[in-house]
T-cell receptor, first 114, second 114 residues
């Protein structure tokens, strides 16, 4: 298994600003993902974070709004840019190992945009 | 595309009652199936999984059997406790189609009263 931590755990931000969320895994994982969970809703995949190359975004999510980095196999960041109240959500990262179809989730970052 | 449908909540039960949460799926390949649990204010934890037809996943008294003929993965527990109050998510991942990406159901909130 893998233990995943996220920073910050929560934040309150002003409209128009940006926030970068960090995700750290305690062991090397093949795949890392970023999800959004809007209030009272299920999880929606934002993108797959690829090491050393651009992330792969799902329909409805774009790099300009959610730039993602993954400089190595254990670390990734998600930035929520030019925030609006509609971006208020929990953002979760997850990691998975090749050959083991299982993902481990971080505790999430609870973002409130005023 | 792949999708997961699970019964709507909230489901309210008395302690020691029997719990069933229905989950059905559609997938083009042969997915792995998962149940995740989210306790209040926390991230997601993997509860159990099954990777092929007729597999039974089990953990903490919960069970679910992968039924390919009915495309279902219903979650059951024979005697719930107040500590089982949480939101439960059914999910699938199709290795052949999109490695590791999880497709989640809408989630079912379970409330267990003393």
């Amino acid at each position: 298994s893998a233990v995943i931590s996220q920073k910050p755990s929560r934040d309150i931000c002003q409209r128009g600003t940006s926030l970068t969320i960090q995700c750290q895994v305690d062991s090397q994982v093949t795949m890392m993902f970023w999800y959004r969970q809007q209030p009272g809703q299920s999880l929606t995949l934002i993108a797959t974070a690829n090491q050393g190359s651009e992330a792969t975004y799902e329909s409805g999510f774009v790099i300009d709004k959610f730039p993602i980095s993954r400089p190595n196999l254990t670390f990734s960041t998600l930035t929520v840019s030019n925030m609006s109240p509609e971006d208020s959500s929990i953002y979760l990262c997850s990691g998975g190992l090749a050959g083991i179809n299982e993902q481990f989730f971080g505790p999430g970052t609870r973002l409130t945009v005023l | 595309g792949d999708s997961v449908t699970q019964m709507e909540g909230p489901v309210t039960l008395s302690e020691e009652a029997f719990l069933t949460i229905n989950c059905t799926y559609t997938a083009t390949g042969y997915p792995s199936l998962f149940w995740y649990v989210q306790y209040p204010g926390e991230g997601l934890q993997l509860l159990l999984k099954a990777t092929k037809a007729d597999d039974k996943g089990s953990n903490k008294g919960f069970e679910a059997t992968y039924r390919k003929e009915t495309t279902s993965f219903h979650l059951e527990k024979g005697s719930v406790q107040v500590s089982d109050s949480a939101v439960y998510f059914c999910a699938l991942s199709d290795l052949d189609d999109s490695w590791g990406k999880l497709q989640f159901g809408a989630g079912t909130q379970v409330v267990v009263t003393p």
